[in-house]
């Protein structure tokens, strides 16, 4: 086996392996869902380029030494190995409740004023983590005093005495590299939960002032559970916009 | 697996090393067919935990950035099966002066992210456009383009100021270190791309697009994988928390989030969102992340050092870094 021929083995297995991701839906675990497609077509492409003649491994192997003489290549692009070896083996799932710390935020809510809430659906509200942890933070109106919500999200421990754990989403905005943390804190549920468990939770917000807009890290809101429920790990994981009101 | 490959050690491996060995493609061949049998042997795993979270990162990096690293290789095999030097000669102002303002310029056509420019960059020198022209365009495509506006403007709901003093602030970026490259940094950097690619456009036009396409993928992907490696590593080491401690400061805030976008490696078209969710800095401190990020960042430093060399990263990524930040400070001024 040439040179050239392990090169196009390699680029047809790397583009293999982002077909793979885009049709098992592990890519939701690291992009949104708007450049699944994409990664699809860039799958394909990095095949067909380590496939098709004259340099692939589908030509003549007399073709093979076409170039390889002539161009320098660099060693380097044997490390696109380690991410089809990482995909493989490990099968990194999406960030859980080990990735929160530092990611936390308070999503930015628009100047004009919120919409008001969506319809109840048997019995309470239901929202995104953005949507609850914006309200929370940033409408002076407090629209969400008084409201039953119903809330989806996983456990992450909770800092200091606040609570027993908060409810946490990540939000992304293009892939897992710069996603950040949705919390509430949950009040009232005697049960332990696991790290990582998914609960779908009905509650009510505990209000308090706005949060100041320099304070650099707020407590996250706190909910008043009546009912906890576990679930089956929601997909897609994330949650992909934080503006969402007007 | 968790490659700790620096930048530097790599770019000597590919430089050093002549005549170089072969890798065995058997051995390439049994490692993929046994981590397919043994699928998902280690997931869960993995200790400490933070290592999961650098996996993620990781894997997100780099398919996150594949798509636009594939548009960047085709584009560049376009060059190169399509564009010949004395076409491009016709098309380009002769004077620097002229090139560089017009390649900035035509960076608002290309509508990707930072991943597809280096590549394309190396092409274009590669085809006889100048080196400092072909640099501007590298700097100023991901920043100004479409995509990366319309972004902005989303993420900044109310602030179009933000839009536009984005787009001045790279622009001004982009010709800038143009310029001062032209006038004072050493060429040989970009010859150097431009010798290693030389060979490539021969022969018919498919074999000159898919070799060009396929060496570009092959150099520039290895280099993503080092920076991708490089930024998920920050991202799981550097505690966010450290920066807001120094939010207040002016100064110290805008060097702060100006090394926040050299360390996270965000794709252009994601920064906008992210800047904007980091409320408690200053408008022009999240213009200077802005404009700091499509430039210089940890994982363009990699790539760049593979297309152009070690040396050539070492030098243009501080001019890079220092003129950005002073850019997007002074248009701060004047329009936030």
Known sequence: MSDEQTRSLLLAVLGATAVWLWWSGQALNYVRPGLAPWVLAGGVVVGLLGLLPPLGLLSEHT????????????????????????????????????????????????????????????????????????????????????????LVGFVAPSEGKEGSYRLTRFVIFCCAADAEALQAVVRGDRTPRARDQWLEVEGTWLPRPTAAEDDPSPTPPALQVNSVRPVAPVRPPYEYSVQFSG | MKSTLGPGQAAQEVTSREPRRRVDGRLVVL?????????????????????????????????????????????????????????????????????????ALAGTALPGCECASVPIAGRLGARGVQPAAALTFMLAAPAVNPVVLVATAVAFPGRPE??????????????????????????????????????????????????????????????????????????????????????DHHVLSVLALGGLAVVLAICSEADAFVAASLREFSLTARLVFLVVGPAVDVKLIAMQAGMFGRQFAARFAPLTFSVAVVCAVLVGRVLL
């Open chain 2, 31 to 103: 490692l993929v067919v046994v981590a397919l049998y043994s699928r998902g042997t280690l997931t869960g795993s993995l200790n400490p935990v933070a290592l999961r979270t650098w996996t993620t990162v990781f894997v997100a990096i780099v398919i996150q950035a594949l798509p636009f690293l594939v548009l960047g290789v085709l584009i560049s095999g376009a060059i190169t099966a399509l564009v010949s030097p004395t076409m491009l000669a016709r098309l380009l102002p002769k004077s620097p002066a002229l090139a560089v303002p017009s390649a």
């Open chain 1, 63 to 150: 073709a093979a030494g076409h170039t390889s003489g002539h161009q320098h290549r660099g060693r380097v692009g044997w490390l696109l190995l380690v991410p089809v070896l990482v995909v493989m083996l490990v099968q990194p799932a999406a960030l859980g409740s080990y990735a929160v710390s530092g990611r936390s935020a308070v999503p930015g809510g628009g100047d004009g004023g919120f919409d008001p809430l969506a319809a109840p659906v048997r019995g309470a509200v239901p929202m995104s983590m953005a949507e609850f942890v914006t309200r929370a933070e940033r409408d002076p109106a407090q629209s969400l005093a008084g409201v039953r919500v119903r």
């Open chain 2, 162 to 247: 933000m839009v536009l003093a984005r787009f001045c602030g790279s622009l001004l970026t982009s010709v800038t270190v143009g310029l001062l490259w032209w006038r004072v940094g050493d060429q040989r950097w970009v010859e150097r791309a431009r010798r290693r690619m030389s060979s490539a456009g021969d022969g018919p036009r498919w074999l000159a697009f898919s070799s060009a396409a396929r060496h570009d993928l092959w150099d520039a992907g290895g280099w993503l994988v080092v920076g991708a490696a490089a930024a998920a590593t920050l991202q799981v080491l550097v505690p966010r928390s450290l920066l807001l401690a120094v939010a």
